[in-house]
């Protein structure tokens, strides 16, 4: 690793995130994590961590998947690959097959951004890398999404990761990913640096299903760089409770007539603290992005919604929505969109909405034989599932299928 | 029966019954307590009945909700029912004819039904109400009804906003719905039927015609009389005639 990037960390360990609850690291650093067993095939992974990987999408029999990457802790446990047009194995491998590979770490994400990536980077340097590495080949188009999952397997880990994810020139990458704690698992922290890069006139989907357990907190941080003509669609799905989870994915639209998408669905239950954003810097000529999301709070959750959306240069255009619904008095939705236009000949704008079930849909539907509970929950299912767009028609059924049974829990 | 809607009388001094088989119709000046009644005898919320009682089948249902009332088989069509998202009419469909909510597809019964309603499957895809025409909101109350069969079934205006050639489709499984196809000595399901003097009557007969002015039940009678009364006299022409006010 660059020494550079090492000084940058060692002075960034206890610089606290911009926003979230500030995680005593200490507390999860001592665990050691344990190793765990190889297998070469994901449906060889211990039965207790299969039936939560179909929870997150992540299905252990690879059907109809290109490849599969599966961490378990700190150790990839599985990688497979039964496609030629796309590459997806563990950093370790990865970095030693190739030697161009240090080059993408720590561009798009800055490992002095705080303390969560710090502490990814300097691990990475003292105890090896973790994390997947995903490439899509010049040209290929591979219809079958490749999957992968973090699992928090061991009490009081500190799970990181880092990966990097390449779409080549021309190429098209689809990606399920899933992360999710063992039953066991009471507590536990979760911090996953995720580089994406997409090459002039790449296309990469990228669907997460997020299913941690109630004490667990998690600080994703993810930077994406969109060249010219290039597409990112990010779904994000959660619905489950995780004590707190706090991410902001930052896409920078350099390219020109590059497109960004952001879709999420947030479901806020028990004592859940979500807070939640997307940002996108529209820097190349002609790109444009939306973010999307809808945010239903239950019980005492508290979701932040935030968007943030700059218009750079000219001829760009964006659009944040966010809605949300409140379904209990202890419970909160803070909607934060932000519109920074610093250019002519630019459109942006945002639109957010927080408020109750209509009484009126209810009544309707009670007046259909169906009772009060059972109207308010069909309306707050009807609300999380938004269409899903921008996926090939096989990823799309399938992320219906996972939507669907992420709000069965709602 | 009286009823109150936040505090204000709005029905004063309702008296009506309805045997089984028999279909009536509401008529009314706007503003006359006609929806006010439906909501009272569907059960929502903010209409309280602050005398009398509401009998369905002999059982007393006035402190029942609208869910308990409609699992009587108590139905009704809205004029402007609400857009729900995400909702699809499908969704509706399987709940309303009994189907588990997961089954992916609906009955081959429904489907015939839709499609004699002219709403096809990409139609019962959409969500409910959202962006519908006025024609396709009758349609989609009325194989809603359909689906759920109820004994007793009010409609209100099933026939404002609709072409002339979809009247005739929805009065026919109007007609379905309230055992007009039967004899009237075998008819079992009853209706009432809000219209605004309405087209619908040249294809849904009516046994008898109700004016409602005021909160009260002003006139009653033979349907045909009755509104050809109206087109004469206008509403209070009509009620002076009857000579119950």
């Known amino acids: ?410 | 029966m009286a009823v109150e809607v936040s505090g204000k009388k709005v029905l004063k001094d309702i008296d009506l019954y309805i045997d089984e088989g028999e279909t009536h119709v509401l008529l009314g000046p706007n503003g006359s307590g006609k929806s006010t009644l439906f909501m009272t005898i569907l059960g929502f919320p903010k209409y309280k009945v602050t005398n009398g009682e509401i009998l369905f089948k002999g059982e007393n249902i006035t402190d029942l909700n609208t869910t308990e009332r409609v699992k009587k088989g108590v139905g009704v069509s809205f004029q402007n029912p609400p857009a729900i998202r995400g909702v699809r009419l499908m969704d509706l469909l399987k709940v309303e004819s009994g189907q588990k909510p997961d089954d992916e597809e609906l009955s081959p019964e429904m489907l015939e039904l839709a499609y004699k309603m002219k709403l096809d499957e990409n139609f019962l895809d959409r969500d409910v109400n959202l962006g519908f025409s006025g024609g396709e909101v009758k349609r989609s109350e009325i194989l809603q009804l359909l689906a759920q069969k109820p004994d007793f079934i009010m409609f209100d205006e099933p026939d404002s906003g609709v072409d002339i050639e979809n009247v005739e489709l929805l009065a026919e499984e109007i007609n379905i719905l309230l055992d007009k196809d039967k004899k009237p000595g075998l008819r079992k399901n009853s209706g009432l039927l809000i219209t605004h003097l309405g087209y619908i009557l040249n294809f849904v007969n009516a046994d008898t015609a109700h004016v409602l002015m005021d909160g009260r039940i002003a006139c009653s009678g033979n349907p045909s009389e009755i509104i050809e009364d109206i087109r004469k006299e206008g509403f209070k022409g009509c009620v002076q005639c009857c000579g119950i006010h």
């Open chain 1, 1 to 410: 690793m660059l020494r550079d990037t090492l000084g940058k960390a060692e002075k960034a360990k206890e610089k606290k995130a911009l926003y979230g609850e500030d995680i005593d690291l200490e507390k999860f650093i001592k665990e050691e994590a344990g190793e765990h067993e190889q297998v070469t095939k994901a449906n060889e992974v211990p039965k207790k961590v299969q039936d939560t990987l179909l929870k997150v999408g992540v299905d252990p029999n690879e059907s109809e998947r290109s490849g599969t990457f599966i961490q378990v802790d700190q150790t990839g446990v599985c990688s497979t690959c039964g496609s030629e047009s796309v590459e997806i194995m563990g950093m370790n491998v990865a970095l030693e097959k190739y030697n161009w590979l240090k080059d993408y770490m720590w561009k798009s994400v800055a490992p002095d951004t705080d303390k969560y990536t710090a502490q990814t980077a300097l691990r990475e340097a003292n105890e090896g890398p973790s994390g997947y590495f995903i490439r899509s080949l010049p040209g290929s188009k591979e219809v079958f999404p490749l999957q992968a999952c973090m699992f928090i397997g061991d009490e009081k880990v500190m799970q990181t990761a880092h990966n990097v994810i390449i779409a080549e020139e021309n190429s098209e990458l689809h990606i399920i990913t899933g992360c999710a704690t063992g039953e066991d698992v009471s507590s536990a922290l979760h911090v996953g640096v995720s580089e994406f890069y997409l090459k002039k006139g790449a296309k990469i989907t990228f669907t997460m299903v997020h299913n941690w357990a109630e004490q667990v907190d998690v600080r994703p941080r993810t930077g994406i760089m969109v060249g010219d003509d290039s597409t990112y669609i990010s779904n994000y799905i959660l619905t489950s409770p995780v004590r707190s989870i706090q991410s902001y994915p930052t896409a920078y639209c350099t390219g020109t007539n590059s497109k960004v998408l952001f879709q999420s669905i947030l479901g806020g239950q028990k004592d859940s603290v979500l807070d939640m954003g997307s940002r996108v810097l529209l820097e190349g000529e002609g790109s444009k992005a939306e973010m999307i999301s809808r945010a239903v709070s239950k019980d005492q959750s508290q979701i932040y919604s935030r968007g943030h959306l700059a218009g750079r240069t000219q001829n760009v255009k964006g659009h944040l929505e966010c809605h949300g619904l409140v379904l209990s008095d202890d419970s909160m939705i803070y909607a934060v969109p932000e519109l920074e236009g610093s250019s002519t000949e630019l459109e942006m704008s945002h639109e957010a909405a927080v408020g109750k079930i209509a009484e009126e849909e209810v009544l309707y539907l009670t007046s259909r034989g169906l009772t009060e509970e059972e109207a308010a929950s069909m309306i707050v299912r009807g609300f999380l599932s938004m269409d899903i767009t921008g996926l090939p028609p096989e990823l799309a059924s399938e992320t219906k299928r996972m939507l669907d049974a992420s709000l069965q829990g709602m």
